[in-house]
């Protein structure tokens, strides 16, 4: 039974009625169990047994005490204002402070509490990331920029890989928000319109990145496929190339992929070459792929005389099938790629290919949706420009025989 006062202030015969009842529940309790705090304040004296022994009330052993905010504070001399600044925004807080912060943190083995704190902020600090392959370098120089800078304000990365496969990527999506992410980064725009109701009913903020369409609706960073795979196109057409071979990523569920293509139907258009001058395949991303795919595009009847590929990773398995099957490149035929990551300045030879800022529209990303939940309002679509790194695998095309 509660009281309204403190237990010194008890009448002697209440105090004593206590004593025996807490005396009573001692008997009929085996001696491991645990006992409230609440019968250790009624019970301020030394309580006996019948046989006038004092009875020991136990408490729960819980080892060491977790170390708190307030232990690193008074450990570092330092405000528990500096602590958190500390550890959610560092280079707010100057060198010899951070440094004091980090040890006593290090020393004490504290761990911050990220349930409470998101319970009492309403944010997780956490941003969720589904990109369609961990296999391709694009991708990780995009996201560690992205994920540097999010560190740099304070908040946490989770990614998940969809595999190129729709159905992968709606559950990797719909889990991340299930597990309180407060934005998301997507990569294209193709995807169930479902999937966005589902965010625009949970007021998730969703960045795409990878691609730029001026009238998406969507808040985005990225480049115009389209124009920069027609640039890349228009400059082999410029070359003399009249047939063209093209190998792709699935388009049905890729609208990087389709977009790329449309940039070189585009500029065959206005070359004035037909849709049948070009020979198109559609392969999965790889290395084996594209060069299994450069084989069927090469031994067709009309074989082309330059092949673009989707990417850089296709590229090198042209050039890899090229040199097996005796051709020379680029005099025998042309080949070219998109992205221009590592492998392109390594392949012999080097690989001509259009240039993405990937690590500028990870770092620039994260300052977007930075910006939207910090409260500081909407920030506009960011379209960033690509540009071709000539090298040497393409020329003109080889004299007709």
């Known amino acids: 039974m509660p009281f309204s006062v403190p237990p010194y202030r008890l009448s002697q015969a209440i105090r004593d009625k206590c004593k025996r ?54 450990h570092a001399n330092v405000s528990t204002a500096t602590v958190s600044r500390c550890l959610n925004s560092p280079d707010q807080v100057v060198g010899e402070t951070r440094k004091r912060v980090l040890k006593a943190v290090q020393d004490l083995g504290y761990a ?85 109701d589902m965010l625009t009913a949970r007021n998730l903020p969703v960045l795409v990145a990878w691609a730029y369409h001026a009238d998406a609706p969507q808040m985005s960073i990225g480049f115009d496929n389209v124009t920069a795979m027609a640039g890349l196109a228009r400059l082999a057409i410029g070359k003399g190339h009249r047939r063209l071979g093209f190998i792709s990523a699935p388009g049905a569920t890729n609208d990087r992929a389709r977009d790329r293509v449309a940039g070189v139907r585009r500029a065959m258009r206005e070359a004035g070459l037909r849709d049948t001058d070009l020979s198109l395949v559609e392969t999965q991303y790889g290395i084996e792929t594209g060069e299994a795919a450069f084989r069927e595009i090469m031994t067709s009847a009309t074989p082309p005389t330059v092949v673009l590929c989707g990417n850089d990773v296709l590229a090198v398995g042209a050039l890899r099938a090229a040199k097996e099957m005796g051709l020379r490149v680029p005099q025998d035929v042309s ?38 939940l910090t409260g500081q309002g909407r920030p506009d679509n960011v379209e960033l420009k690509t540009d071709i790194r000539i090298r040497q695998t393409l020329g003109p095309p080889p004299p007709e025989r």
């Open 21 to 74: 009842l807490h005396v009573f529940v001692q008997a009929f309790t085996l001696p491991s169990c645990w006992y409230p705090h609440r019968i250790r304040i009624l019970a301020p004296h030394p309580v006996r047994n019948k046989c006038g022994n004092a009875v020991r009330i136990k408490t729960p052993k819980t080892g060491s005490a977790v170390p708190t905010l307030a232990d690193v504070a008074r």
């Open 335 to 372: 080949i070219t790629g998109f992205d221009d990551i590592e492998l392109a300045m390594l392949a012999e030879p080097p690989l001509t290919t259009v240039h993405v800022p990937h690590r500028e529209m990870g770092r620039r990303a994260a300052g977007m949706l930075v910006q939207i």
């Open 112 to 196: 911050p509490n990220f349930s409470a704190r998101a319970l009492a902020a309403k944010r997780t600090k956490t941003i969720g990331a589904v990109i369609p392959t961990m296999d391709n370098s694009i991708f990780a120089r995009g996201i560690q920029a992205f994920q540097e800078e999010l560190g740099r304000h304070g908040f946490t990365l989770l990614i998940a890989s969809s595999a190129y496969r729709e159905d992968l990527e709606e559950e990797q999506i719909r889990t991340l928000a299930a597990r309180g992410a407060d934005a998301l980064l997507l990569i294209g725009y193709h995807r169930n319109r479902a999937v966005y």
